[in-house]
């Protein structure tokens, strides 16, 4: 399924009043993992009030011993600092990366902002080298735009 075939149906689970966030959001990173072949873990990480640090959010994939990140460590903690988005091609070549799985090669990072605050992030795992494009990119962020507009 193409990123624009996606779109519509993020917002259908968004606009849906019946789930609590965390459901939606779950449901979101279904229906990204089921949908697009190279995505092999989908989840969210969120800030954890004042402190300087990450808690894991609903995910899809394999179970994590990452629920906490420490803002810095790892590429999400470097996007919670930075606000930008961070593609990595091949994390074996990164020296602040948090090994979640052997298997993965390339991640994606995308924070989410909420009134200009960085809040958290959508994080993307594939077993596939130098996985994610701009389309990718640009994808991710209108996904988080509209999670912002209709979960927080």
């Not at 606009?15 to 072949?37: P, S």
């Not at 300087?52 to 999400?76: N, Q, S």
Request: glycine share 6%.
């Amino acid at each position: 399924m193409t990123f624009e075939e996606l779109k519509p149906k993020v917002l259908d689970i968004l606009k849906r009043t019946n789930l609590l966030r965390d459901d939606k959001l779950l449901q979101i990173c279904h229906l990204l993992n089921d949908n697009i072949e190279y995505y092999d873990w989908v989840g969210f990480y969120f800030r954890n009030g004042d402190k300087e640090e990450l808690i894991l959010g609903p995910y899809v994939g394999e179970p994590t011993d990452h629920t906490v990140i420490p803002f810095g460590k790892g590429i999400c903690g470097q996007v919670a600092v930075s606000n930008q988005n961070f593609v990595v091609p091949d994390v074996s070549a990164q020296d602040n990366y948090i090994a979640c799985s052997l298997t993965v090669k390339s991640e994606i990072v995308v924070p989410l902002f909420v009134n200009g605050e960085n809040i958290g992030q959508i994080d993307i795992d594939s077993e596939v080298l130098d996985a994610f494009t701009e389309q990718d990119e640009r994808f991710l962020e209108e996904v988080n735009v509209l999670i912002a507009k209709f979960c927080f």
